[in-house]
C-alpha cells in the first residue's frame, strides 16, 4: 500500500510558476512509475507527465517545455515544476504511482491516488 499527497498547488497568474510535490509514503520500494494527472471540472483526466522507475520521463504535449517532472528517491518524493503557467493549465492536479505487488513468479499492478491539489492559473 503506498500513500500519496501532494501539495504546492495555489491561485496565480498566467506565465507564473509552480512546483507541485508529491509526498510518498508506505510501500514505496514497490512503485513502478509514478505521474502526475490532472482533471478540470466536467472533463476527463488527463496525464500530465510521467516518469518511469529508470528516471525517463514522458510528457503530454501541451505541456511539453513548460513542465518537468521529478523525483528523489531518498525522499520518496516527486515533484512538478510547472513554468509559463496557462489558463488552460487550470485544474486539480493529482500524484499517481504504479505499483508492482505479489510474488516474483506473479507480478500484479495497481494505481494509487493522492487526494489532489488545485492549480488555478488566471488570465
Known amino acids: 500500500q503506498v500513500q500519496l499527497v501532494e501539495s504546492g498547488g495555489g491561485l496565480v497568474q498566467a506565465g507564473d510558476s509552480l512546483r507541485l510535490s508529491c509526498a510518498a509514503s508506505g510501500g514505496t520500494r514497490s512503485i513502478k512509475s509514478m505521474g502526475w494527472h490532472r482533471q478540470a471540472p466536467g472533463k476527463q483526466r488527463e496525464l500530465v507527465a510521467g516518469?518511469?522507475?529508470?528516471?525517463?520521463?514522458n510528457y503530454a504535449d501541451s505541456v511539453k517545455g513548460r513542465f518537468t517532472i521529478s523525483r528523489d528517491n531518498a525522499k520518496n518524493a516527486l515533484y512538478l515544476q510547472m513554468n509559463n503557467l496557462k489558463s488552460e493549465d487550470t485544474a486539480v492536479y493529482y500524484c499517481?504511482?504504479?505499483?508492482?505487488?505479489?510474488?516474483?513468479?506473479?507480478?500484479?499492478?495497481?494505481?494509487?491516488w493522492g487526494q489532489g491539489t488545485q492549480v488555478t492559473v488566471s488570465s
Open positions: 499517481q504511482a504504479t505499483i508492482e505487488y505479489g510474488p516474483v513468479e506473479k507480478v500484479s499492478e495497481i494505481d494509487f
Open positions: 516518469i518511469t522507475r529508470t528516471n525517463r520521463p
